[in-house]
């Protein structure tokens, strides 16, 4: 028997990167998805390589409640409930300094980041309560522990969504919801192109081989090994984790800096 064998996921963000590996991950495992992005021809490729029994797709943007309600309906009207959603859109924001960060710019960040999770979980809920229960897994970022230079907006939601996390946790284990987050270090995506392409417009490899010597494994992960563990959080094997951080990023927390041995 496959780990999500029956159930019903929905996955925001999830045309590319850690969203797509997701996806694949939990159809490897046994469960239909619903994707949602507002990158279309990513997504329909996505749908369609996974296959039209196991994925549907629909153009969402997360920082519009209507939207998220149309595709959680959706998914429970396809595949007939949801048991797992997977909170996973966002972006990262201009790389600019606290004084300079527009108050429109700001609120992009947010509207995606922080409210579309919010809009996200708060409409999963009753689903999932129908179910008798589910999984909401949260992407955060090791910027929700912590600070980094040019992305206070990136850096306050990614902080934020732990909050949420940890209180519909509390309110929700009566229901036997269990809500999560997961903290990608650096991962080989397209939001970390971006980053490199800003940092070293002439070279971004360079800006890569340089932030991979930051994490004591001295290397990105990969997005299907977020995936993992998104898997694992949706999954039955963790029934009894909840309200909790996971970290993925390579020991990057764990280290203080200075230079690695040998560099």
């Not at 994925?55 to 920082?63: I, L, T």
């Not at 609120?107 to 999963?124: C, Q």
């Not at 070293?200 to 990105?220: G, K, V």
Request: proline letters at 5%.
């Amino acid at each position: 028997m496959k780990r999500l064998d029956g159930k019903v996921a929905l996955i925001t963000g999830a045309a590319r990167g850690i969203g797509a590996a997701t996806a694949e991950r939990f159809v490897e495992e046994g469960a239909q998805v619903m994707l949602t992005d507002v990158l279309e021809p990513e997504l329909r490729a996505l749908a369609d390589r996974l296959g039209a029994g196991f994925a549907a797709w629909q153009v969402v943007d997360a920082s519009q409640r209507d939207q998220v309600e149309r595709s959680v309906e959706a998914a429970v009207e396809q595949f007939g409930g949801l048991d797992i959603a997977v909170l996973n859109a966002g972006i990262f924001g201009e790389m600019q300094t606290v004084d300079q960060y527009s108050e429109s710019l700001f609120d992009r960040v947010v509207e995606i980041n922080l409210k579309g999770v919010w809009h996200g979980l708060r409409t999963a809920i009753g689903p999932m309560r129908r179910r008798g229960g589910g999984s909401i897994v949260i992407t955060s970022s090791t910027q929700g522990h912590s600070g980094y230079y040019l992305s206070s907006p990136y850096t306050t939601t990614k902080h934020a969504v732990v909050g949420i996390m940890r209180n519909a946790a509390v309110e929700l284990a009566v229901d036997n919801i269990r809500v999560n987050t997961v903290h990608p270090g650096l991962t080989d995506t397209e939001m970390m192109g971006g980053l490199h392409r800003t940092a070293s417009p002439d070279d971004p490899s360079a800006a890569m081989q340089a932030f991979a010597t930051a994490p004591p494994m001295r290397r990105y992960g990969s997005p299907r090994e977020v995936a993992n563990m998104m898997l694992f959080l949706a999954s039955d094997e963790a029934s009894y984790c909840t309200g909790s951080c996971y970290m993925v990023d390579g020991g990057l927390l764990a280290y203080h800096g200075g230079p690695p041995p040998g560099a």
